[in-house]
């Protein structure tokens, strides 16, 4: 996504706002974002936008791998937020379910998880995740 274009440009997130009413600021970590589930939905907009650096900086110390190396064939499609407990801006831990779409190397899939994520100095983090295995490849 082009800085010129973010101000009309749709947030991969599929939040419905514009990319830069809603992950942009997160993703330049000119704030924090506030809830677990803003953080699911910027880490998804970081994963379409192919920003390994934002990745790494919302991931929970330890948990976070060395390194993050996106699959540059990898085009996401849209994210669906199923459930999400607890997470909210006065909360420690929160979990967000969700469906991520996307197409490697031409072929559909589907990511179906559970997160989980942490509060540490006051900024979330995603910790983990448990994949649905069973709807994960169901209708790709």
């Known amino acids: 996504m082009k800085n010129d274009d973010s101000k009309s440009q749709k947030c991969p997130c599929d939040s419905g706002k514009n990319y830069s009413l809603c992950c942009k600021s997160y993703i330049e970590k000119i704030m924090d974002a506030p809830t677990a589930e803003a953080l699911m939905r910027s880490r998804y907009t970081a994963f379409a936008l192919q920003n390994e650096s934002y990745l790494h ?48 190397n031409g072929k559909a899939s589907r990511l179906h998880e559970n997160s989980r994520f942490k509060r540490i100095n006051n900024r979330w983090t995603y910790f983990d995740g448990k994949i649905n295995k069973k709807q994960a490849n169901s209708n790709a």
């Open 57 to 104: 900086y919302s991931w929970h110390p330890d948990t976070c791998p060395k390194t993050i190396h996106l699959n540059k064939n990898t085009k996401w499609l849209g994210l669906n937020i199923i459930k999400t407990v607890a997470g909210n801006a006065d909360d420690d831990e929160g979990q967000v379910e969700f469906v991520a779409r996307n197409k490697i």
